[in-house]
T-cell receptor
């Protein structure tokens, strides 16, 4: 089974801090994604990457950046955390080589910015 | 990607079939129907997908109407562990059949399976 591992389950950070959320997948997937999930708003795509060093903006990229230096790792960076970035963050991966294949999600990181 | 409409909530008795409907009346010919579910405090889990034929796997069956404007996810023998939010998503596969295109999640259906 594909495993997508997010480094922290819960995280509390202060306003203005630079925050790194890490995601690692172990099945050599080409594509990786970062979503955030908020009550009433559902899951919204922040950024995705379809290859090492490649990235594309999703629907809500403002205030975030990403890094994909290695195929298995996709990092989400909050340059200066704000309280409106308090949310559940979900990482996912998928394979380009398997048409129609589903996405595999991690368990999520619940980030609280105080 | 086409928009989907799902009922906000449904109930099902344990051991009975759960039939979750999804309307996607604006679906295009090259859009697939995907179903995911999210159990509380976990990431979404892929269930099944299809284009126009009915599909079945170890988790569920997917019935797509002939005009493809709606579909039904069937959990044949629901258990308490099937209580979750179920998402119906339609998505175009990018050129060449690759699948890195983004998924757009709606609000889903909260399925509650009760004893």
């Amino acid at each position: 089974d594909v495993k997508v591992t997010q480094s922290s389950r819960y995280l509390v950070k202060r306003t203005g801090e630079k925050v790194f959320l890490e995601c690692v997948q172990d099945m050599d997937h080409e594509n990786m994604f970062w979503y955030r999930q908020d009550p009433g708003l559902g899951l919204r795509l922040i950024y995705f990457s379809y290859d090492v060093k490649m990235k594309e903006k999703g629907d809500i990229p403002e205030g975030y950046s990403v890094s994909r230096e290695k195929k298995e790792r996709f990092s989400l960076i909050l340059e200066s955390a704000s309280t409106n970035q308090t949310s559940m963050y979900l990482c996912a991966s998928s394979s380009t080589g398997v048409p129609g294949a589903g996405y595999t999600f991690g368990s999520g990181t619940r980030l609280t910015v105080v | 990607d086409a928009k989907t409409t799902q009922p906000p909530s449904m109930d099902c008795a344990e051991g009975r079939a759960a039939n979750l409907p999804c309307n996607h009346s604006t679906i295009s010919g090259n859009e697939y129907v995907y179903w995911y579910r999210q159990i509380h405090s976990q990431g979404p889990q892929y269930i099944i997908h299809g284009l126009k034929n009915n599909e079945t796997n170890e988790m569920a069956s997917l019935i797509i109407t002939e005009d493809r404007k709606s579909s039904t996810l069937i959990l044949p023998h629901a258990t308490l562990r099937d209580t979750a939010v179920y998402y119906c998503i339609v998505r175009v596969l990018s050129a060449g059949g690759t699948s890195y295109g983004k998924l757009t999640f709606g609000q889903g259906t909260i399925l509650t399976v009760h004893p």
